[in-house]
C-alpha cells in the first residue's frame, strides 16, 4: 500500500507557474506508474497526466499539452507537476495516483491509491 500526499496548490494568476508535489509514502514507489487527475466544481475527474515506473515515458491530455510536465524522482519517491502559461480553466482541486499495473491508464477507476488533492486557482 502506499499513501499519497499532495502540495503545492494556490491562488495565482492567469500566465503564472506552479509546481504541484505528491509524496508518496513507503519503499516500493518505482513500481507505479503515477497520474495526475483534476476535478472542477461540479465537473467529473479528469485526466491529466501520467507517467511511467522509470520516468521515462509520459501522457498528457492535450488541453495541457505544451504548458505542464509530470516528472518524478523515484530516489525522493516524489512525482511533480509542472503547471506553465495557467489558464482560468485550470482552476480545479488537482489529485495525483497511483497505479500498480505497467500501463499508462487515463481512466480514474484505473488507478489504486489517491491523494487528498491540493486546490489551484486561477484568476483572470
Known amino acids: 500500500q502506499v499513501q499519497l500526499v499532495e502540495s503545492g496548490g494556490g491562488l495565482v494568476q492567469a500566465g503564472d507557474s506552479l509546481r504541484l508535489s505528491c509524496a508518496a509514502s513507503?519503499?516500493?514507489?518505482?513500481?507505479?506508474?503515477m497520474g495526475w487527475f483534476r476535478q472542477a466544481l461540479g465537473k467529473e475527474r479528469e485526466f491529466v497526466a501520467a507517467?511511467?515506473?522509470?520516468?521515462?515515458?509520459?501522457h498528457d491530455v492535450d488541453s495541457v499539452k505544451g504548458r505542464f510536465t509530470i516528472s518524478r524522482d523515484n530516489a525522493k519517491n516524489t512525482v511533480y507537476l509542472q503547471m506553465n502559461s495557467l489558464k482560468p480553466e485550470d482552476t480545479a482541486v488537482y489529485y495525483c495516483?497511483?497505479?500498480?499495473?505497467?500501463?499508462?491508464?487515463?481512466?480514474?477507476?484505473?488507478?489504486?491509491?489517491w491523494g487528498q488533492g491540493t486546490q489551484v486557482t486561477v484568476s483572470s
Open positions: 507517467i511511467s515506473r522509470s520516468g521515462t515515458i509520459a
Open positions: 513507503g519503499r516500493t514507489f518505482s513500481s507505479y506508474v
Open positions: 495516483a497511483a497505479d500498480r499495473s505497467t500501463i499508462l491508464h487515463t481512466t480514474p477507476r484505473a488507478y489504486d491509491y
